[in-house]
């Protein structure tokens, strides 16, 4: 393998399963947007690797077909496109994307993994199978394009078998990653999937593919890929213990030596209060009062109480356990007693969709839910509210802390991942370094959280402590620069 010690000659093929603005369901799609494009403005050669949904076929123009595949294993016949990322007004703008086009697979109403009822589809083992071999055919001599990646990024369960499939045809002379953003979601299959895949019955193994009887598309990942990179360094550690490694532990422990944690960026050009299109009005740190106009907007278009004094938290994510609803449930009666305000947007399991507009019922003009996905009234949660919160069991990175901190709207989280990687807690002595950005409480348990909302609601009275901690939070730099040479230094140090 020939040593390279320059970006430029860094040529890389990121395979992912969504990228904003084509398709998103949570922080992988932001990610697959920026962290390319930041690596390309360092020089690397970065190009995107995604399945075909429709929304993904109608927003690309210009895209040329290079390859058609007829009958590649069992899979149904399919084309590749090579495009380019639409022009936008983020940072993702004219990244090289090749799609794999395979009607049967991927035309279909519903989202990249569920149908429209929530429910995985039952063909999901099929369809990230492709993606996963088109990442390793991509890799090999046997490619269609004359291009070659020197390293092959993969991300989470849905590419995880790229690895698998580049040792097991190939031999595996090109260096592979494997990216956790979450490690809860695995990829889990019944043992048949392998060989309908493609992939030898010796892959059914404790050192190998199989899973607790089952095969794993992640756990292949791990243990096939050269390194792995999780998306913050605490996340990284909680990973390698029995609380968070989700039966992973013992493998991901073996191989702490190849496992990095780096706390991703956000865009900060599609993330800019001061130019934000989604906000009734812009504002920056010189003048954060005109903050208030949001305020009262999402008070207005949420159905709470206009009320510019009221502390109004907000909330923005996918509706599971995972992001602690549970114990937002057993709170929101008390925080409802206080004088303050809660506005929640998301989706995902039914029972909490259910209950959290059974409490908007409840305690109408303080609690207000919307349910579903919202790009623009996600971003005026983050201007129009004083406190974001994040009551999540685990993060391994999280966004919206980060967004908040920009927008001026301290959040409160839990002492978790990349939540406790961020967000630094408001004490008097982080006040008087200029450091608190935020609050953070450390137990999963509803005092601890109830606690933490109460430390807002008396903070946000104190209007010098309250203006220190939003100016504190907007002045970081939360950008993709550091973190893009923090893959960019990982790359050349495998290569070399
Ligand atoms: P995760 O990837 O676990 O869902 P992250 O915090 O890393 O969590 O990223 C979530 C991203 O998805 C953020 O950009 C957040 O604003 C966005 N998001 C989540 N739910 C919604 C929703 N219902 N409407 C709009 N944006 C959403």
Redo the contacts with the bound molecule.
């Keep these: 393998m020939p040593s390279i010690a320059l970006s430029k000659d860094l040529s890389v093929l990121y395979i992912t399963s969504e990228v904003h603005p084509l398709i998103?369901?949570?922080?992988?799609?932001?990610?697959s947007a920026a962290l390319p494009a930041a690596l390309r403005a360092l020089g690397a050669d970065v190009r995107l690797l995604i399945p075909g949904y429709p929304k993904v076929l109608a927003s690309l123009r210009y895209k040329r077909k290079f390859a058609e595949f007829p009958n590649l294993l069992n899979f149904p016949p399919f084309v590749l496109w090579s495009a380019k990322l639409p022009k936008g007004k983020g940072i993702s703008k004219g990244t090289p994307i090749f799609v794999i086009d395979c009607p049967s697979l991927y035309q279909r109403s519903g989202g990249p993994y569920t149908n429209t009822n929530g429910k995985d589809w039952p063909d999901n083992a099929l369809r990230f199978g492709l993606l996963s071999k088109i990442g390793a055919i991509l890799a090999s001599d046997d490619s269609p394009l004359a291009w070659r990646p020197n390293i092959v990024h993969c991300n989470d369960w849905q590419s995880g078998l790229t690895p698998a499939y580049m040792y097991f045809y190939q031999g595996k002379k090109i260096v592979s990653l494997m990216a956790v953003?979450?490690l809860a979601f695995q990829g889990v299959f019944p043992p048949s999937t392998l060989t309908q895949l493609g992939l030898p019955s010796t892959g059914f193994h404790i050192n190998g593919i199989e899973y607790y009887g089952n095969i794993s598309f992640l756990k292949a990942g791990l243990f096939y890929s050269d390194h792995i990179i999780t998306?913050s360094p605490t996340y990284a550690k909680e990973i390698q213990t029995i609380t968070l490694g989700f039966g992973l532990q013992g493998l991901l422990a073996g191989r702490s030596d190849h496992i990095s944690g780096i706390i991703?960026g956000i865009d900060i050009a599609e993330w800019d209060p001061a130019t934000d299109p989604c906000l009734a009005q812009n504002y920056s740190v010189k003048k954060i009062t005109a903050k208030g106009i949001n305020k009262r907007a999402l008070q207005q278009i949420m159905g709470l109480a206009v009320d510019p004094d009221i502390p109004l938290f907000g909330m923005?994510?996918?509706h599971t356990y995972?992001?602690g609803y549970d114990l937002l449930l057993q709170v929101a009666p008390f925080l409802a007693r206080l004088p303050a305000q809660l506005a929640v947007?998301?989706?995902g399991e039914g029972s909490i969709d259910r209950e959290l507009v059974a409490l908007e019922k409840k305690y109408p003009g303080k609690i207000a839910v919307k349910i579903?996905?919202?790009?623009t009234?996600?971003h005026l949660i983050?201007g129009g509210a004083d406190s974001f919160l994040?009551p999540s069991r685990f993060?391994?990175?999280?966004?919206?802390?980060m967004?908040s901190q920009r927008y001026g709207t301290p959040p409160l989280v839990h002492a978790t991942g990349g939540l406790l990687d961020t967000v630094v807690d408001c004490t008097p002595t982080t006040l008087a370094d200029g450091s608190a950005s935020g609050f953070l409480f450390y137990e999963m348990a509803p005092g601890s959280l109830l606690s933490g909302i109460q430390r807002v609601v008396d903070a946000y009275r104190n209007k010098t402590t309250w203006r220190q901690l939003q100016r504190n939070g907007m002045k970081k730099d939360f950008s993709w620069h550091s973190s893009a040479m923090a893959y960019r230094d990982i790359y050349l140090s495998l290569l070399s």
């Design positions: 998103k369901t949570g922080g992988l799609g932001d990610v953003h979450n998306v991703n923005v994510s996918r995972q992001k947007l998301g989706s579903g996905f919202d790009e009234l996600s983050e994040m993060e391994p990175c999280g966004l919206n802390q967004y």
